[in-house]
């Protein structure tokens, strides 16, 4: 089988022109990585980028990639037109039997369900409803991205959802679901863990109203560093923006928090060694890349009870869930995991086995391979 993989090469995301190898987000990275030699299956990744850069033809045996130069008016502002356009001349060439658009953020899914093929999209982020929680403004980057989710998800053969939660949100519009958890990069059940000197408590996540950091400082608050702890801070800041202004407050406020700015994959490999557990109290999440990997790499994980995360996690035998509207719920499910070390390392041994059963590249890859099959 032949699948044309349309996602978008982080060189392009973040300005990295210089790099001569494409790397991907986080969960299409991992999937690939299960797809690669796999029998059966010639896959063709394909994005389009606004620069030359220097790239391989081919990836892996059966894995070839093509980077679409398109000019600066073939983006968002039109539409996308010039992705459309470009990815449709390349799969002329190519001829696959299926396109799969990861996500709907940006290009992907509209080069997917207009290339004259058929197409599966892949849901990352439910941008509808991060448009509604967020109050976007009209013609903002969220509402604009809300808009062409409405527009693509009928038009696919269907959607693989990353959680229940997803699938609940676009059945209304797709003509049919599955639900597939994301892969997490096998680096990750490789971390090897280090007792910190004093109890590390570690959220990663970009500085935001909807990650709720400056909610989970204040609970934190609550536990008057009995038995003492440290709180870490990994994430993109924008200091212009009045909610990370307030959160770069609260932190230098208090002696046991910190913010180490954005990681990369080996930055939060290194935090994650470094933690004694991590802590998400996100209003909303699909399914959160971060809580896979520490699920992997044997952290106990206090997560929300939002979204996807509750298909990630079992409250009280692969990690605790919290209210995060509610300071108090968060305060107690951090100072039970925090003072109780028995529990806690029942508890992330259980998530590692999880994780290895679930979220392993090349499982994750054999079932979008039975997906394309029924597609096709």
């Not at 850069?53 to 539409?79: D, E």
């Not at 509209?110 to 439910?126: E, I, K, R």
């Not at 903002?140 to 959607?159: D, F, T």
């Not at 679930?358 to 099959?373: G, K, M, S």
């Amino acid at each position: 089988m032949k699948v044309a993989f349309i996602t978008t090469d982080s060189r392009e995301h973040f300005q990295q022109y210089d790099r001569t190898e494409p790397y991907f987000g986080t969960a299409p990275q991992a999937l690939l990585e299960g797809m690669m030699g796999m029998e059966g299956l010639e896959v063709h990744v394909i994005s389009c980028v606004r620069q030359p850069m220097q790239s391989p033809a081919k990836l892996a045996s059966n894995m070839f990639y093509h980077a679409l130069l398109v000019g600066r008016w073939g983006w968002m502002r039109t539409g996308f037109q010039g992705c459309i356009r470009a990815v449709r001349r390349m799969l002329r060439e190519i001829q696959p039997d299926l396109v799969h658009g990861q996500g709907t953020e940006r290009d992907c899914s509209l080069d997917a369900v207009f290339s004259g093929y058929p197409s599966v999209l892949t849901v990352h982020g439910n941008m509808r409803r991060l448009a509604r929680l967020g109050g976007a403004r009209p013609f903002s980057y969220v509402w604009l991205s809300a808009r062409l989710e409405a527009l693509v998800l009928p038009r696919a053969r269907g959607v693989v959802c990353i959680s229940n939660h997803t699938r609940q949100e676009v059945e209304g519009l797709a003509r049919q679901t599955w639900v597939v958890p994301n892969a997490v990069d096998p680096a990750y059940f490789n971390v090897v863990r280090r007792a910190a000197a004093i109890p590390t408590v570690v959220c990663v996540a970009n500085i935001s109203v909807i990650k709720n950091q400056n909610r989970l400082i204040r609970a934190l608050d609550g536990l008057g560093q009995q038995p003492p702890f440290k709180a870490v801070f990994h994430g993109l800041v924008q200091p212009q923006f009045p909610y990370d202004a307030e959160f770069m407050r609260l932190v230098k406020e208090r002696p046991w928090c910190e913010y180490r700015g954005f990681a990369d994959k080996a930055g939060i490999r290194q935090a994650l060694s470094e933690a004694t557990l991590l802590v998400l109290a996100s209003l909303e999440d699909n399914c959160p890349m971060v809580v896979l990997e520490a699920m992997a790499a044997g952290v106990p994980v206090v997560a929300s009870r939002v979204g996807g995360v509750p298909d990630l996690i079992e409250h009280g035998e692969t990690g605790l869930l919290l209210e995060p509207e509610d300071i108090s719920s968060i305060t107690k499910a951090v100072g039970r995991m925090l003072t109780d070390e028995a529990g806690r390392a029942r508890m992330a041994a259980k998530a590692r086995e999880r994780a290895k059963q679930r979220f392993d590249p090349r499982a994750v890859a054999q079932r979008h391979l039975e997906i394309y099959r029924e597609v096709r």
